[in-house]
């Protein structure tokens, strides 16, 4: 800095106002043409990216809901309303590569059957073209991300879990209706929410807390990605799986509701592990 | 020449970012902009249409126009109607009365039951029980012609206001001419109706930590969030959504068929909607009877032994209402006074009496016209 100072003391008057003023019209001219280019800049073709659409199957078939359709490995007849859940912290993993996390900024994806624009997801970031290995994501939120009133606005909102409850929001509510054992008609709701559980004492009292979330790593999920590609690549929910595997799910059993049940959380929480898959679409 | 390159090295700075705009010549007349103050919780997402924002000369004409009798156009008929005939202040917005409904200009009475004007701001599009209505702006134009209340017409309706001394010059402050058309009267309204936000309840200072809930309201606020107690909170909203309605249409299993029903069905044609309603706002509950779209509860214990015991099924029954396998909540006696009790946490006395809703002390051409 001196050494500058020193120079520029050095230089004689005229020359002086000289630099100073083609200077300062070099600058201001890449002002203008700073902003100009904003409006004219060519489309980059370069653009490697990637969507993620989300599908919902039973039994290897596109979920047809409020139909009966249905039969559970415990062998309750089932329909499917609407499901509503969150996946956070979606990682990829490059070959050979350390992992990559997508949309850092807004890594918690909201999928909700009844919002079609939520179920495919055009995400953000460049993605590196070249081999990935695999791709794993968190169901629900994690608990360092579960905060309470976080989401005011819907339909995230809308998600919430109570206070009382632990707080945060629903992992996931899968809602529907089942036939009840010696029923011919007469389907119930089951509402199958999962989120954080509690433990209670022997007056039911609650003593703590339970987090439900899990990772999950998509099995058979590598795929490439060729430079400029946008790869549509698809998460796949198996509903059927959410009821069996290592545990069989009856709801004649379990009833309608779970949120205060955590002994149904956990089943469905161990039964999570082969509930998702991953599919590649074409584009 | 100095001088020459430091003019021009200013005006180049000067130009360098603005925009290809043409000159303003005229200066053009603005109202003043009003902002909404976003309370504790609530939505940050506010439902205001770009062509209608809010201005504060915009509110205040909504506001005499809101509770103005002469706004039917009918006052040669001896008739006066306003939005304050049926939506009154002190009852949260309501008429206040058990059944039979309100009842038009022409002695009709209206379809449903009524439904309060709080937080509509918030409301993203599905005005009215079923949701038929898309913006307040589309509901004032709706009330004018309708047989069940105002009976009247567009034509009506601005020769009467363009009539009034005094009227056509605040369209002018509100809009920049004295046009008086429905348009603009439904911009108005609409205007004053978006600023009736309701914040500051009993359980709306206990979230933010101003005071304590009474061991009864905490029960009943256990209630209201849990599914093995009222189950309330899936459709009705609670700490994670103060609105206390999730704007959304449900059936609640009050009934064995639905014909003829103005349900949200008859809307969408959508069959797994029969018999859907919108879980409409618990906030002000305590004041807004009768309940129901059809207004067939007179009281909150009614509501609450409804949703205890006497529930009815159908295939169109809402997945949320678990309860249905064993006919309610089957709340006793002591929880159903507790649940009523949380639900009274949510009237909002400072919203029923804050002035700024309330009716104007006077009204244009007071002097020279009649008045109800």
């Known amino acids: 800095m001196n050494q500058v100072n020193t120079l520029w003391f050095q230089v004689p008057f005229p020359f002086k106002q000289i630099i100073f003023w083609s200077v300062s019209w070099l600058v201001s001219l890449l002002f203008v043409t700073a902003c100009e280019k904003k409006t004219s800049e060519p489309p980059d073709t370069s653009e490697t990216r990637i969507t993620i659409r989300f599908e919902h199957r039973i039994d290897g078939q596109k979920l047809q809901y409020d139909t009966l359709l249905y039969v559970n490995e415990a062998g309750n007849p089932y329909m499917v309303n609407e499901i509503q859940y969150f996946i956070s912290d979606v990682i990829l993993y490059p070959h050979n590569k350390g992992p990559v996390t997508i949309n850092e900024w807004k890594d918690i994806h909201y999928i909700d059957t009844d919002l079609p624009t939520t179920l495919r997801w055009d995400v953000y970031d460049q993605i590196t073209a070249g081999q990935y290995d695999s791709v794993g994501f968190h169901f629900g939120i994690a608990e360092s991300e579960n905060i309470s009133f976080m989401y005011p606005n819907p339909p995230e909102r809308d998600m919430f879990w109570p206070e009382y409850l632990g707080g945060g929001y629903h992992y996931m509510k899968l809602n529907g209706k089942w036939l009840p054992e010696g029923q011919s008609i007469q389907t119930l709701p089951f509402d199958f929410h999962m989120g954080i559980g509690q433990i209670y004492d022997s007056v039911g009292a609650i003593t703590g807390y339970v987090h439900n979330d899990f990772p999950v790593i998509l099995k058979s999920s590598q795929f490439e990605i060729m430079p400029g590609e946008t790869k549509e690549i698809a998460i796949v929910m198996n509903i059927e799986n959410w009821f069996k595997d290592p545990n069989i799910y009856n709801h004649d059993l379990y009833g309608g509701y779970i949120m205060q049940n955590q002994t149904a959380m956990q089943k469905a929480k161990e039964n999570g592990h082969n509930v998702f898959t991953f599919a590649e679409t074409k584009n | ?372």
């Open chain 2, 1 to 372: 020449m100095k001088t020459f390159l430091r003019i021009g090295f200013i005006v180049l700075l000067a130009t360098a970012c603005a925009k290809n705009t043409e000159p303003e010549l005229v200066p053009v007349y603005k109202p003043t902009p009003d902002t909404l103050e976003i309370p504790y919780g609530f939505p940050t997402r506010l439902n205001i249409p770009d062509d209608n924002p809010l201005t504060k000369e915009g509110i205040d004409l909504g506001r005499l126009l809101f509770y103005d009798g002469r706004l039917a156009g009918r006052a040669s008929e001896g008739k006066f109607m306003s939005c304050f005939t049926c939506h009154i202040q002190e009852n949260g917005f309501v008429i206040g009365k058990p059944r039979p409904f309100p009842v038009g200009l022409d002695g009709q009475p209206t379809r449903h039951a009524m439904l309060p004007l709080v937080n509509l701001v918030w409301n993203e599009g599905t005005y009215g029980w079923n949701g038929s209505v898309k913006s307040i702006e589309d509901d004032v134009l709706a009330v004018i012609t309708d047989p069940t209340e105002f009976g009247s017409s567009f034509l009506a309706v601005e020769k009467a206001i363009r009539e009034i001394p005094g009227y056509p010059v605040l369209f002018e402050k509100a809009f920049g001419t004295k046009e008086v058309t429905v348009e603009r009267i439904a911009k108005a309204i609409a205007q004053f109706v978006r600023t009736m936000v309701s914040s500051n309840s009993k359980f709306d200072k206990y979230l933010r930590g101003e005071l304590q809930l009474t061991q009864s309201e905490l029960n009943g606020f256990v209630l209201f969030t849990t599914e093995e107690g009222a189950d309330c909170f899936h459709c009705h909203g609670g700490s994670g959504n103060p609105l206390f309605t999730t704007n959304l249409f449900y059936n609640n299993g009050k009934d064995s068929t639905f014909a003829g029903e103005s349900d949200r069905y008859s809307v969408t044609g959508n069959a797994t909607e029969k018999g859907n309603y919108k879980a409409s706002t618990l906030r002000n509950i305590e004041l807004t009877a009768p309940y129901m779209h059809d207004g067939r509860f007179n009281t909150l214990d009614e509501v609450i032994d409804f949703y205890a015991h006497e529930l009815v099924w159908t295939p169109y029954i809402d997945p949320l209402m678990h309860h249905i396998a064993t006919g309610g909540n089957q709340l006793v006696p002591s929880e159903k006074e507790d649940l009523k009790a949380f639900l009274m946490t949510l009237t909002d006395t400072s919203f029923i009496q804050n002035p700024a809703f309330g009716k104007p002390v006077s009204f244009p051409g007071e002097k020279t016209m009649i008045l109800k």
